[in-house]
């Protein structure tokens, strides 16, 4: 054997070991991609949720203007029959006590939408804030992954480590938002 070829067997394997010592980050950097793109979509969704929460409680709010204004009306053309001068009195009777029944109901269905409309809006912010943590979660996970593959560049594992640390701390983020109520 000559000395040449000697000499590109060591660095074979000496390239060799270098490659195994990396396959670790190599694959915790496969892990951390996952769970990026896991941590993404979650979030997205989430804050899907909290549009359509904000909308629901938008049409909420808006019912419970429209049976507001309708409430108000009616009060306004009961207290014009009570002051107008109408020739039959029975029909004015029988439309009075129709508008006071409504008058009845509708305090039930204001009091109804309003408390639907309230409980989308609290549903709103606590899809806001599992998102939020979704998203420091990506933020976290990104900066790990990005730290990590450092250590690919400078073979100096106190990357790694430090990638790990901020990987660990997305998955808590992550994990806490499904404990948010």
Same mark, same amino acid.
């Given at each position: 054997m000559e000395a040449n070829e000697s000499h590109e067997l060591q660095e074979h394997a000496e390239h060799g070991a270098h490659e195994s010592a990396m396959r670790p980050v190599a694959?915790?950097?496969?892990?951390?991609?996952?769970?990026v793109a896991i941590t993404t979509v979650l979030g997205h969704r989430t804050h899907t949720e909290a549009v359509l929460d904000q909308n629901k409680a938008t049409d909420q709010w808006n019912e419970y203007q429209a049976h507001k204004i309708r409430a108000? =009306?009616?009060?306004?053309?009961?207290? #014009?029959? /009570? %002051?107008?001068? #109408?020739?039959?009195?029975?029909?004015?009777k029988k439309i009075a006590k129709a508008y006071a029944d409504h008058q009845a109901k509708?305090?039930?269905?204001?009091? =109804?939408?309003? !408390?639907?409309?309230?409980?989308?809006?609290?549903?709103?912010?606590?899809?806001?804030?599992?998102?939020?943590?979704?998203?420091?979660? !990506?933020? $976290? $996970? !990104?900066? /790990?992954?990005?730290?990590?593959? %450092?250590?690919? $560049?400078?073979?100096?594992? #106190? @990357?790694? @480590?430090? /990638?790990?640390?901020?990987?660990?701390? /997305?998955?808590?983020?992550?994990?806490?938002a499904f404990f948010l109520k």
């Open positions: 694959f915790t950097m496969a892990v951390l991609a996952v769970l108000n =009306d009616t009060a306004l053309a009961a207290d #014009i029959l /009570g %002051v107008v001068t #109408i020739q039959d009195k029975d029909a004015a509708w305090v039930e269905d204001l009091k =109804d939408d309003k !408390e639907k409309a309230e409980a989308f809006e609290i549903k709103v912010e606590q899809a806001e804030a599992r998102a939020n943590r979704f998203d420091l979660a !990506e933020a $976290l $996970l !990104e900066i /790990g992954l990005v730290i990590t593959s %450092v250590t690919l $560049l400078t073979r100096k594992p #106190i @990357y790694w @480590y430090m /990638g790990i640390v901020f990987s660990l701390l /997305g998955i808590a983020s992550a994990a806490s």
